[in-house]
């Protein structure tokens, strides 16, 4: 994808690409960091280096950033792939619906869905030094990528774009503008 955004665009680097938090390739990301140079920002899986990461910050790590957020950074190294990412960690307090034995959320008298609070950790990796890119830019930036995802909803939704007639770019543009055309 990003040497079709390349050649696309016209670019020799696209700049920092962000992944969608579905997308998980460590052999892929590898190859982007080390072979093609490129910087690049992904939501952390909750594997088991990334979990053991997030447990080994400790609480005088955690700096302050908000009302109840917490941002820390450390690293990890994923060695069965021989690469090693910064991970940067955000807390907040959230709230979490209150479940009963089948899975079915609880009510309240007056049908309120019941809730308790929770803490909510957000991980991020990426090969961007703390230099050229701190957690509070990471945060602001990885939030401005939510419009893409109201983009992707009104396309599939409104304008009926989730099962395009073929995967080539040519019959894709076709597709789209006659879609817009209509």
């Known amino acids: 994808l990003v040497k079709q955004a390349r050649s696309i665009l016209g670019l020799k680097k696209p700049g920092i690409v962000l992944f969608d938090k579905g997308y998980w390739r460590m052999d892929e990301f590898r190859k982007l960091v080390n072979t093609q140079?490129?910087?690049?920002?992904?939501?952390?899986?909750?594997?088991?280096?990334?979990?053991?990461?997030?447990?080994?910050?400790?609480?005088?790590?955690?700096?302050?950033i908000g009302v109840n957020q917490r941002c820390a950074k450390t690293s990890v190294h994923f060695g069965e792939h021989n690469i090693t990412f910064r991970l940067m960690a955000w807390k907040k307090l959230g709230r979490r619906a209150l479940k009963d034995k089948d899975g079915n959320r609880l009510r309240d008298a007056e049908g309120k869905v019941m809730s308790e609070p929770v803490i909510i950790i957000h991980s991020y990796l990426t090969n961007l030094s703390e230099l050229e890119l701190e957690a509070d830019q990471l945060l602001g930036m990885y939030g401005q990528r939510w419009g893409i995802e109201d983009c992707f909803e009104e396309l599939q939704n409104q304008y009926y774009l989730a099962k395009p007639p073929g995967t080539s770019l040519k019959i894709l543009n076709r597709h789209i503008i006659l879609t817009f055309l209509l």
Do not use: F
């Open 37 to 64: 140079h490129e910087s690049m920002v992904t939501p952390a899986k909750r594997y088991k280096d990334v979990k053991k990461a997030i447990a080994g910050i400790k609480k005088h790590q955690w700096h302050r």
